[in-house]
């Protein structure tokens, strides 16, 4: 699972920006202005229905990693969490 969302920084990072681009969801800002240290992406190949594959994307370190429990979940309430 990727540990952006429960970061202050989810809403402003630019690598989280990258990694909803790469899972085709709505982002939570058009336009982030706020750069990581070092963040980590994980990236794994993963089996679909049909014996098609997938891509999964989570960023699993960042430098900038700054705890805020529940961060992503209060900016979309009533939404799951993405896994």
């Known amino acids: 699972m990727c540990i952006c969302v429960d970061c202050r920084w989810v809403d402003r990072c630019q690598a989280y ?3 909803e ?3 085709g ?3 939570l800002n058009p336009a982030p202005d706020w750069e990581p240290q070092q963040p980590k992406i994980h ?3 993963i ?3 049909g014996g098609q594959a997938g891509i999964e994307w989570d960023v699993r370190s960042c430098a900038s990693f700054d705890p ?4 992503w979940q209060r900016l ?3 939404v799951e969490v993405p896994r």
Request: net charge neutral; proline share 18%.
């Open 25 to 27: 969801v709505p982002h």
């Open 43 to 45: 990236i794994s190949v």
């Open 76 to 78: 979309r309430p009533g």
């Open 21 to 23: 681009r790469q899972h």
């Open 47 to 49: 089996d679909l229905p």
């Open 17 to 19: 920006h990258a990694v």
């Open 68 to 71: 805020d429990p529940g961060h």
